[in-house]
């Protein structure tokens, strides 16, 4: 388990730059977690993670930005062994002025499957980038990159408006069970 807390006088900007390198053996499991609901200013994650033959890999990636944050989240997977796998899901939510970066890299040396997610809501004046990069360097990988980059749509906030939710507590509801 790995875990990064920031913290601060409030006198000066919150700034976390977290970088993970995993080596994982063969037939090893890993699951990361990671969170950010506001509280950081400006944060760039970067993992990377090496995978021998039957190692599996998931990340799930939350993330909530507002005001002039900005975020990055890098990952760079080798999927070097076969039988190998790497699952990498981001769900995120951009509000106000704030930035939003994803980049996933996923390289197939091998027999292996690889998956990158990204899922995100934009809101006010907002920027998100999702930026895939999947290689593939052996005949028998399997690569998949999703990215989807939205605003709420104007029908869920009028149907939870009718079962007697303000525009903002609508607005809310939406954003926390998009990022459970």
């Known amino acids: 388990m790995e875990k ?3 913290d601060g006088d409030g006198r000066g900007k919150r700034i976390m730059n977290p970088r993970t390198e995993v080596t994982m053996e063969e037939n090893s499991e890993l699951e990361m977690e990671m969170v950010q609901i506001k509280g950081v200013d400006s944060t760039k994650r970067s993992t990377l993670a ?3 033959a039957g190692a599996k890999m998931t990340v799930r990636e939350r993330l909530l930005t507002h005001g002039s944050q900005d975020a990055v989240s890098e990952f760079e997977v080798n999927l070097n062994g ?3 796998s790497a699952n990498i899901i981001s769900r995120s ?3 106000e002025e704030s ?3 994803f980049i996933s ?4 040396n091998a027999k292996c499957a690889g998956h990158s997610e990204c899922d995100s809501i934009i809101m006010e004046s907002a920027k998100i980038s999702a930026i895939p990069e999947i290689t593939a360097n052996n005949p028998d990988a399997a690569l998949i990159h999703e990215a989807a ?3 709420i749509a104007g029908e869920q906030i009028v149907k939870l408006m009718t079962l007697g939710l303000t525009e ?3 607005e809310a509801q939406i954003v926390s069970g998009f990022l459970k």
């Open 4 to 6: 990064h807390y920031g």
């Open 50 to 52: 090496n995978l021998a």
């Open 82 to 84: 076969d039988g190998s």
């Open 93 to 95: 939510v951009a509000k």
């Open 99 to 101: 930035t939003q970066v």
């Open 105 to 108: 890299k996923l390289h197939g």
């Open 149 to 151: 980059i939205g605003k």
């Open 168 to 170: 903002a507590e609508a």
